[in-house]
T-cell receptor
């Protein structure tokens, strides 16, 4: 069975600082992994995904994530936070039963 | 580009009242989903429809019914609303189940329901 754990329900960074949002997963088969972003009062939108191939994936708005099989992790990073990055971020995994399992989300605050 | 459209965006109900949330997508997607989002609980799948003509229960189906009216439309009905159903409801769609090969779900903007 698949599961997703996002470490830290709230993360606060200063504008210009590194953003690191942590996601660990469990899966009995090679997973598909996703990060979605939810801006205030909006629906979710795909930020980036890993399916196969290159383990470092780049997404929109300067975000990237690295699939590390040995660590069962898919952490999301951005070198320099911007005020507009303040949002809720969700990690998700899709396994062989083709169901998406969602993490509980991490709320990112960016301080001026 | 409308994408996924949900109506209504806001609704206040009294306990025991019924209502239907409407969802339509214009991307010719096969699969559609209803989620609820509650603070600290992330997204929980209520029902989904893998393709036109099929519907299946998700994690939290009790108190809800769905109808896949056609390929475009997927409605969620609360027959007798309860305060525990106060939540933000999201409709989503995708090419294949769980996003298929692309893994991408497209979400509506949400419907905020309060049950008094």
């Amino acid at each position: 069975a698949q599961s997703v754990t996002q470490l830290g329900s709230h993360v606060s960074v200063s504008e210009g600082a590194l953003v690191l949002l942590r996601c660990n997963y469990s899966s009995s088969v090679p997973p598909y992994l996703f990060w979605y972003v939810q801006y205030p009062n909006q629906g979710l939108q795909l930020l980036l995904k890993y399916t196969t191939g290159a383990t470092l994936v780049k997404g929109i708005n300067g975000f990237e994530a690295e699939f590390k099989k040995s660590e069962t992790s898919f952490h999301l990073t951005k070198p320099s936070a911007h005020m507009s990055d303040a949002a809720e971020y969700f990690c998700a995994v899709s396994g062989p039963n083709r169901k998406l399992i969602w993490g509980l989300g991490t709320s990112l605050a960016v301080n001026p | 580009n409308a994408g996924v459209t949900q109506t209504p965006k806001f609704q206040v109900l009294k306990t025991g009242q019924s209502m239907t949330l409407q969802c339509a997508q214009d991307m010719n997607h096969n699969s559609m989903y209803w989620y609820r989002q509650d603070p600290g609980m992330g997204l929980r799948l209520i029902y989904y429809s893998a393709s036109e003509g099929t519907t299946d229960k998700g994690e939290v189906p009790n108190g809800y019914n769905v109808s896949r009216l056609n390929k475009r439309e997927f409605s969620l009905r609360l027959e007798s609303a309860a305060p525990s159903q106060t939540s933000v409801y999201f409709c989503a769609s995708s090419w294949g189940l769980a996003g298929g090969n692309t893994g991408e779900l497209f979400f509506g903007e949400g419907s905020r329901l309060t049950v008094l």
